[in-house]
Each structure stands twice: as structure tokens, then as C-alpha cells.
């Protein structure tokens, strides 16, 4: 299966599962209000070491609640699968030209992958990581290359007219890379899949909350 880091979903697969971010409003609200009193106290009072260990539990509260769900979202995919093609990502350049670096670093990418690396090598998985760069412009049915701004979240190819949703399109060319990738040799314990499906599948969407609360999308 391709892996598409998503913008609106936090991952967008090729079989054209989404599995939702999660929802940290809260937490975020109760961390700003936490340093907001923070602020009102004198630095280095009594008073002020103790509002600061409380803003800090309120940021671990939110690092932990993060940290769960891609346990529990990583576990799924390396049982369900046999093979995950993703991108390899380098985060910290996204992070720093990003308007939306907050949420990238809510989603966790690098930890994501180094997760899902560690538990696939328990469960027998391979995972494979391809170069990033084109598989939102190129499309999966033709391979032509369309530039069309990030609002923009439908794939419509001008060469061959083929369209569908923009993350899906971007997750079918991130596992033709992976099977390309293996085909060259880089790997003699993979299963035998040398094509992608003609047909897209239906669109399945999960929310990030059945993920945490039961750690299976499917359930």
C-alpha cells in the first residue's frame, strides 16, 4: 500500500483509506491558558516554578496524546500490510518555510516513519521509502506532471483526462515508486505485486478518534 502524509487527513493511503488528524483543541486551549497565567507571575517566584511545571505537563499531555495515536495507527498498518511504500521526507525544512508548521509538528512525521520502520521490522513488513518530490503533480494513470497549487485538492490530468482526489492520486504514484524500487533489487523478501488497480476503490474516511480508542481503523 502507498502512504500519503496528508494535509487534511494525516494519512491517505492508496487504497483510498483516510484516517483523520487528531483533534487537540483542547489540549491547546488549557496549554495557552497555562502560560497565559504563567506570564501574570513574577519569573523565579515560588508561584511562577509552579505555574511553569504546569505549563509543562499540559505540553507533555499533548506530545503524549500524539505519541499514542501513531503507536496504535503504525500497529494497524504493519499488520494489515505486507508491504507500505512512503515518502521519505525531510521534515525540517517543511517545518521551517511551513505557515502551517504547528500542525506538521503535531503530525510527527519523522517519528511517524522511524515507528513505522521499527514495528514493521517486528511484524515481517517491509517498508520501502521513495523520493517525495512529484506525486502530487504527476498523475498515476498517465504519468504526466501537473503544477496545481496546495487549495487545489482534486488530480485532473490535461493529457489524459484522468481525475480523482489529489491525495489518493499522490499515495497510487508513492506505491508505484515503492514496487519500482523493489523491482530494482533492493529487496528479495517482498510479496509479488507488480501492479497498481485500475479502479479506484471506494473512499473509506476514519476518524483519528476510533484510532486512539480502539488503535484499528477498521474496527
Given at each position: 500500500?502507498?502512504?500519503?502524509?496528508?494535509?487534511?487527513?494525516?494519512?491517505?493511503?492508496?487504497?483510498?483509506?483516510?484516517?483523520?488528524?487528531?483533534?487537540?483543541?483542547?489540549?491547546?486551549?488549557?496549554?495557552?491558558?497555562?502560560?497565559?497565567?504563567?506570564?501574570?507571575?513574577?519569573?523565579?517566584?515560588?508561584?511562577?516554578?509552579?505555574?511553569?511545571?504546569?505549563?509543562?505537563?499540559?505540553?507533555?499531555?499533548?506530545?503524549?496524546?500524539?505519541?499514542?495515536y501513531?503507536?496504535?495507527?503504525?500497529?494497524?498498518?504493519?499488520?494489515?500490510?505486507?508491504?507500505?511504500?512512503?515518502?521519505?521526507?525531510?521534515?525540517?525544512?517543511?517545518?521551517?518555510?511551513?505557515?502551517?508548521?504547528?500542525?506538521?509538528?503535531?503530525?510527527?512525521?519523522?517519528?511517524?516513519?522511524?515507528?513505522?520502520?521499527?514495528?514493521?521490522?517486528?511484524?515481517?513488513?517491509?517498508?520501502?521509502?521513495?523520493?517525495?518530490?512529484?506525486?502530487?503533480?504527476?498523475?498515476?494513470?498517465?504519468?504526466?506532471?501537473?503544477?496545481?497549487?496546495?487549495?487545489?485538492?482534486?488530480?485532473?490530468?490535461?493529457?489524459?483526462?484522468?481525475?480523482?482526489?489529489?491525495?489518493?492520486?499522490?499515495?497510487?504514484?508513492?506505491?508505484?515508486?515503492?514496487?519500482?524500487?523493489?523491482?530494482?533489487?533492493?529487496?528479495?523478501?517482498?510479496?509479488?505485486?507488480?501492479?497498481l488497480?485500475?479502479?479506484?476503490?471506494?473512499?473509506?474516511?476514519?476518524?483519528?478518534?476510533?484510532?486512539?480508542?480502539?488503535?484499528?481503523p477498521?474496527?
Amino acid at each position: 500500500m502507498g502512504v500519503d502524509l496528508g494535509i487534511t487527513s494525516y494519512i491517505h493511503t492508496s487504497d483510498n483509506l483516510t484516517v483523520g488528524t487528531l483533534d487537540l483543541s483542547d489540549e491547546y486551549n488549557r496549554y495557552g491558558r497555562e502560560q497565559r497565567k504563567l506570564a501574570q507571575k513574577e519569573h523565579g517566584s515560588n508561584n511562577w516554578e509552579k505555574q511553569r511545571r504546569k505549563v509543562a505537563k499540559a505540553k507533555r499531555r499533548i506530545k503524549r496524546k500524539v505519541l499514542d495515536y501513531q503507536h496504535k495507527l503504525t500497529t494497524w498498518l504493519v499488520r494489515e500490510y505486507d508491504l507500505l511504500a512512503v515518502e521519505d521526507l525531510d521534515v525540517k525544512p517543511m517545518l521551517e518555510t511551513s505557515q502551517n508548521a504547528k500542525n506538521k509538528q503535531d503530525a510527527a512525521w519523522s517519528r511517524f516513519l522511524d515507528l513505522l520502520e521499527y514495528k514493521a521490522n517486528l511484524h515481517g513488513t517491509h517498508v520501502v521509502r521513495v523520493e517525495p518530490a512529484g506525486t502530487t503533480k504527476e498523475c498515476s494513470s498517465c504519468g504526466v506532471a501537473t503544477d496545481k497549487p496546495i487549495w487545489v485538492r482534486e488530480h485532473s490530468c490535461p493529457a489524459c483526462g484522468h481525475t480523482e482526489d489529489r491525495d489518493l492520486n499522490a499515495a497510487k504514484n508513492i506505491l508505484d515508486r515503492g514496487l519500482r524500487n523493489i523491482g530494482a533489487g533492493r529487496s528479495e523478501s517482498t510479496p509479488m505485486q507488480t501492479a497498481l488497480p485500475t479502479s479506484a476503490p471506494q473512499r473509506e474516511a476514519v476518524d483519528a478518534k476510533r484510532v486512539v480508542e480502539v488503535g484499528n481503523p477498521e474496527a
